[in-house]
């Protein structure tokens, strides 16, 4: 008998394209629950990854391409960094010629106003929270959107997490 | 997964609805038709139950901001209740968790 377990935990680095306007959620959050088996996550730590992950899929639906049908590639992979830590990267890559531009600067502090609270702000501020690392590559045809997420923080005391 | 919703009044100004599914951007806007009628200005108590949603994302967390602003300028009372441990994570990380007004589950 096949352990599913076992499986998962081989998977290298996962690749695909997915439209924009699909509700694609659950395939994203397949992809980090892949990652998360593989490494040991806590369950919270996995939903944040999962959250953030949403929220950069959701600005490029919205905002690079004005919920219009478009192409998002989207790929997702361990490594290790500079000082042999490991880490979980999302790469996205979208082909929208206008709109977003993220800076940091841009995303909202810490005492809210209730008034003025966007889904777009929210969505920034979730991702800058969780995130260890959130980059912006403006290419000819489109971006690169680069996301970095620590592992250590988030794995099960006890687990032997395998890169 | 399809979000569900059903809401239920007693007929006394009090409302609750049940949300069941993830809250995201593909689907908070089904959410917010459906909350928005309940926020009504002679309304004494709105009461949103999550025990069934384990995933919510920021759309889903503006739209309950929604029923916030209504409490606050109508001074109804606007409720989460059955809060699942993902979407209270959620919450603490906008810090929004000591600005609604949350049911403590029960156990």
Redesign the interface.
Known sequence: MTNHREDVSHVEKISCQLNCQT?C??FL?SMVAVMAERTGMD??HT??I??AV??VF?NI??HGYGGEPGPIECETHIRCNGNGLRELVFDFRDFATSGWVYEECHVPQ?D?N??C????G??L??IA??ADSFKQEILPDGNRWHLVFSLDKGVQSGTAARI | MELQLESESNGDGCVQLRVCGDVTIHTSSKLREKLKPLLAPDAREVRVLLDDVEFMDSSGIATLVEGLQWSRTSGGRFILAGLHENVRDVLELAKLDTVFDIEENNG
């Open positions: 509700q959620v659950d959050r369950p919270c939903n944040r999962a959250l949403d929220e959701a639906a919205e810490s809210l209730m008034d609270i966007s889904p777009g929210l969505g501020r979730l929270e969780v």
